[in-house]
């Protein structure tokens, strides 16, 4: 059983940044698929970025050019640097461990509360 632990978020005034921190345990994180999902009040779940074992990078348009995903394998962790932060970056941020080529399934972090307010 994967367990994943989100740390980082907070409150944070438009136009700022910060950075989330995913520590995975286990033996596959090198060989997974890692994501960030978020959730705001009243609207789905969305994938925000992912990353493969081998360092390819996917992001939502919403926040390209704003997020960087990255990982380290010999830390288990992966990272999701927010820039230029907007107050709809307001949400709930998950982190998700998938299989080695996919997310269909899983598993999920517990979530980090992210608010973007002056």
């Known amino acids: 059983q994967v367990q994943l632990v989100e740390s980082g978020g907070g409150l944070v005034q438009p136009g700022g940044s910060g950075r989330l921190s995913c520590v995975a345990s286990?033996?596959?994180?090198?060989?997974?698929?890692m994501a960030w999902y978020r959730q705001a009040p009243g609207k789905d779940r969305e994938l925000v970025a992912s990353i493969t074992s081998g360092g390819s990078t996917n992001y939502a348009d919403s926040v390209k050019g704003r997020f960087t995903i990255s990982r380290d394998n010999a830390k288990n962790t992966v990272y999701l640097q927010m820039n230029n932060l907007k107050p709809e970056d307001t949400a709930v941020y998950y982190c998700?461990?998938?299989?080695?080529?996919?997310?269909?399934?899983?598993?999920w972090g517990q979530g980090t509360q992210v608010t973007v307010s002056a």
């Open positions: 998700k461990q998938g299989s080695i080529a996919t997310l269909r399934t899983g598993y």
């Open positions: 286990g033996s596959t994180f090198r060989l997974s698929v």
